[in-house]
């Protein structure tokens, strides 16, 4: 296999609703990704795109869709897919493309619409649920998550404000960041008190629903060392499936996130990987989740995510930092793109081009995670700097 | 190695009825809008051109698919054009039968490189490379649709 | 890629009500008729006759709750059905405060998983009903409350909720 690199990267602001159609998205996301690394699209050999459900955008074949914006004209595209957990799958998927030895240039674009959806994309999301058994309960998406946190709290004995303080480190992360659209200075007391949702979940413990796209390109090595003085290396992908039967599940534990982080540090020789790895994006669409999957990453030990978060460990000037672009509370979730903007936020912060955001310290080893389907899929990569 | 067991009485067969209970608000786009905008203002085409590849498209796009460059010169195209290829569907959207046969044609608007598919009225036994031009709806009915286009007929 | 302006063009509720933009609504008709399978037909079927029932895998020795005719983790055919009770306890519970379109409720509808009695940690998605939310707990043992047989169509629904097992009623747990 060859070493993969992603020599460049590229972001829409994430917005509530954008007038842009997904091409125009996702072709505003890549044209700048390859700009950044002075490539144009005759340089590119193939193309992988990431989108969340087809029922978002209400466009069928959304790859298809898609793929004139993300350079994908007369090019071989595929389009990954692991609902949630895309936005991670699909540079993996383009490692492949790259590795294998078959392409020298991959253009990765992942784009989301989840606006068009409306008056709200509950509609779409509600169908995740089985059929037969679940759906006639008239269940809510929020659910599942708050049946896990409430599990996760339960079994480690962790409070709501200890979780709170998840969504008060990456809300005012986010502020440093140019794609936000969600980004504010607030208290765990706000969170408290916001809104309750489905207990325990609170409006504040929430990722947003968002429009927006982006892009990396991966490139073999040959091309990395010719155009690029700093290029980061994909040095270990990883992803994993559990059951579908969620009320099968331990709730209390991602064991399929651990899988694949498992994978991917053999991959990359991580033995040690709190000690080894400087930065970390993982995925957080609610507060909570950044603290479980922090536990699936052996990160920390079990139940103990919100301690060190608590600590101070987790903020941008932590012994790890984590979500310091200000992840998906405080950037924004547009599910696919949100999930490559974390791995876009890696390769930033490992470059030391992430401005404001920039973590001390010059790290040289990130991590990426995301998680859906049917909340059951854990994906990885493990990037590092010479 | 198949499953152990079998539905054997047709009582036991059964289907769960449900939807999809999801409805879509699209946005025209950046260039989207200006070309729904010029329709029903101007009752006019915008296409826009990609000079590197020499490429109309039609309808416009903000960037270019074969080169990638963001385009911004916008060209009035039509409003008459010709005849790609024609058909007449006898069914429907819900595959019932049409009271009226109905035929569509793709249209290359004069000035434009692409094709643009639309219904084609008033003209019996029309055939690849006729000439045709839009019936437009009045002003004031224009909503910024492509059905402000209400046909396309033989000139 | 730090302080630069990105792109994008963010448009407002009072931007799409007010009509700024031209926008073009469809409202999707998406109907399915889903099979219920054997397995799921099964169980649907023993619903209407106030039972649940579980397939049980010889090989790893569970009893899975949703039944299926394959094991996934054995990755051959589940051996036989099994009946378990209709009882069980609360792997996990919330209250919700939204409908599943996101509208709220006056009263949070109670919702646990609830592991079933004589399953291998089989669950099931449910409401918790004749209960305060402040008693939820989990490892609250509950019982189903059935509807009477003759409102009974093979569905979930065919069992209301949920309730605390009631010592005096029921006897020991």
Known sequence: ???????????????????????????????????????????????????????????????????????????????????????????????????????????VVAEEKMSTCHPHPQGAFVTIFDNILERPLEPNLIWIFALEMQRYMDTYGITKEEIALVSVKNKRNGLDHPSTHVAEEITVKDVMESEVMVSPVNRLDVSPVSDGAAAIVLVSEDVARRISDNPVWIDGIGWNLDTAYWTNRDLAYPSYVERAARMAYKMAGITEPRKQINVVEPYDPFSYKELHHLEGLLLCDKGQAAKITADGVTQRNGDMPVSPSGGLLGVGNPIAAAGLMKVAEIFWQLRGEAGRRQVPGQPKVGLAQAWGDLMQVGTVVVMRVD | MGSSEQIDRVTDLRAWPGEFPVSHLYTMGIAGERFFRELKDNGRFLGSRCAACDHVYLPPSIFCPRCFAALDEWKEVGPQGTVRAVTTAHRGVDGTTLKTPETLALIQLDGADDLLTHRIKESEGLEIGARVAPVLKETPEREGSILDVRYFRAV | MTERTLPGTPLSDEDMQQGKVLTLNWPASLRYEWDTGVAIGRFLRELKNGRIIGRSCHRCQRVLIPPRMFCERCFRPTDAWQFVQDSGSVNTYSLSHLRWDASRVEEPILVAVIEIDGSSQGGLLHYLGDVRPEEIHIGMKVKAVWKPAEEREGSILDIRHFRPIDTAQDGPA
């Not at chain 1, 954008?18 to 950044?36: N, Y």
């Open chain 1, 1 to 107: 296999m060859r070493k993969v690199a992603v020599v460049g990267a590229g972001l829409t602001r994430f917005m509530r609703r954008a007038q842009e159609t997904g091409p125009e998205l996702a072709w505003l996301a890549a044209s700048q990704a390859l700009e950044s690394c002075g490539l144009g699209l005759k340089d590119v050999d193939s193309v992988a795109i990431g989108t969340a459900p087809d029922a978002f955008d209400g466009v069928h074949m959304k790859g298809e869709y898609l793929a004139p914006g993300a350079g994908g004209w007369g090019r071989p595209v595929t389009r990954p897919y692991a609902g949630g957990g895309t936005g991670v799958l699909v540079p993996i998927h383009a490692w492949f493309n790259v590795a294998s030895g078959l392409f020298d240039v991959c253009l």
